[in-house]
């Protein structure tokens, strides 16, 4: 996975670097304007609207027997991308836990465990509003992506 990265950031395949930097920059484009929901359905639309007439043009040829009936994705298809059931287990733990730790967190401060902190929470929602009303979701998905890269 980090030479892919690597090779993506070098371009040292141009083809793909291209694909990958151009969908990066059409999806940041688009959440400048619409939400995410919004955005992720037209990439699902954009793709079906690729894939399908391509499958239906080698089912024609299938049909005409111009074609030995191999399918256009079938290695897509034949990509294994199951997790263990080790990798199950650890993964729904981290997830559970912090579910449990957010929940707990909510709690105390929705319920006024510590006068202080809530008093704090209420400020930082309040602040909140006004900065929905000025930014998007790209401004916000930008900020929280350098807050968890650790970027200097």
């Not at 990066?24 to 639309?45: E, K, R, Y």
């Not at 294994?80 to 707990?104: G, M, N």
Request: aromatic share 12%; with cysteine; glycine share 6%.
């Amino acid at each position: 996975m980090a030479t892919k990265l690597v090779d993506l950031v070098y371009w040292r395949n141009m083809r793909t670097t291209g694909v990958v930097f151009t969908g990066l920059v059409v999806g940041l484009a688009s959440l400048f304007q619409l939400s995410a929901i919004t955005v992720l359905s037209h990439i699902c639309l954009g793709i079906m609207c690729i894939t399908f007439p391509l499958r239906l043009y080698y089912k024609l040829l299938e049909l005409m027997r111009w074609n030995p009936g191999v399918h256009p994705f079938q290695s897509c298809l034949d990509h294994d991308s199951t997790l263990t059931d080790k990798e199950t287990v650890i993964l729904v733990e981290e997830v559970v836990l912090l579910i449990a730790f957010a929940v707990t967190e909510l709690k105390r401060l929705l319920f006024i465990g510590s006068i202080f902190d809530s008093i704090k929470f209420v400020a930082l929602l309040y602040l909140l509003t006004y900065i929905g009303i000025l930014t998007n979701g790209l401004t916000l998905m930008i900020t929280v992506t350098y807050k968890f890269c650790n970027c200097s």
